[in-house]
């Protein structure tokens, strides 16, 4: 192998470890991002979920409430039935998100919870809104319900809150396992690189030095003198190649002379 094709190769090798240096550690940052994207993508969305369903099942409460302080055969005003209807329409679509977004254990029964305690409280809503100022319905029934629906939201939402602190944990756990994983690696990369550094400048040098110290005695065995001005190997091999090549044009110079001479004798 030439000594050109080994430089190739040892600085293929550099990049090598370079490229692979950055593409773990680029590929365990991926990873990292795609754990925290899926407990914001996940749990993060129940919990929106479930204060959306917290607020509008309050204002529910509250306007059906009102029927009980101010009796009204006629039903709810209608600024209070738009609000009614505008949170019942808010609560659903968010009740019908959470039940798309059921990721996990027990959240689900607790979904299916929450749908059977809101239609009875819905239920309860609607008998209220017809029959006035019925305080019994209203003590006895409507507010055991509003307190199970809205004890059920918070068991999801409590559940998707120890989801997240698990999550966390797993991956902050993960991350120092990638940490110490990425600085055995990183420091194994880097052992090789100094040995390169190490191999290849010595191996170099070492060549060069050799054929300086052989060319010094074939100057010395050619008798010719060279005068060292420096201890660049590199130089002195140089200039010993330039000595001899003088050496060699002077002597072919040299030579048909000498052979003219003999011919006269």
């Not at 996940?42 to 009980?68: F, G, H, P, Q, W």
């Not at 994983?181 to 040995?195: H, N």
Request: one cysteine or more; glycine letters at 4%; aromatic letters at 10%.
């Amino acid at each position: 192998m030439s000594l050109r094709t080994k430089l190739t190769v040892g600085l293929g090798f550099l990049f090598l470890i370079i490229f692979a240096l950055s593409f773990y550690s680029s590929y365990d940052i991926e990873q990292l991002s795609r754990d925290a994207e899926r407990i914001l993508r996940d749990n993060y969305d129940s919990l929106s979920y479930c204060k959306n369903m917290l607020i509008a099942l309050e204002d529910m409460r509250t306007t059906v409430s009102s029927r009980i302080i101010a009796p009204d055969g006629n039903g709810l005003s209608s600024s209070s039935l738009r609000i009614f209807e505008t949170s019942q329409s808010g609560f659903e679509s968010n009740l019908k998100a959470e039940k798309n977004n059921i990721t996990e254990i027990h959240e689900g029964d607790y979904v299916a919870e929450l749908t059977r305690n809101y239609g009875l409280f819905l239920n309860l809503c609607m008998q209220i809104n017809k029959s006035g100022g019925n305080t019994a319905l209203y003590f006895n029934d409507f507010l055991p319900a509003y307190s199970n629906t809205r004890q059920t939201i918070i068991n999801i939402n409590d559940v998707n809150m120890q989801a997240i602190e698990r999550k966390n944990l797993a991956t902050k756990h993960n991350a120092d396992n990638m940490i110490s994983t990425f600085a055995a690696v990183g420091a194994i990369f880097i052992i090789l690189a100094l040995l390169y550094f190490w191999y290849f400048p010595f191996y170099v040098s070492n060549t060069i030095s050799f054929l300086a110290k052989r060319m010094k005695e074939l100057l010395r065995d050619a008798d010719i003198k060279m005068e060292e001005h420096t201890r660049d190997e590199a130089f002195i091999l140089l200039q010993s190649i330039n000595l001899l090549h003088d050496r060699l044009l002077t002597s072919k110079n040299k030579e048909p002379v000498k052979r003219r001479a003999r011919t006269k004798t």
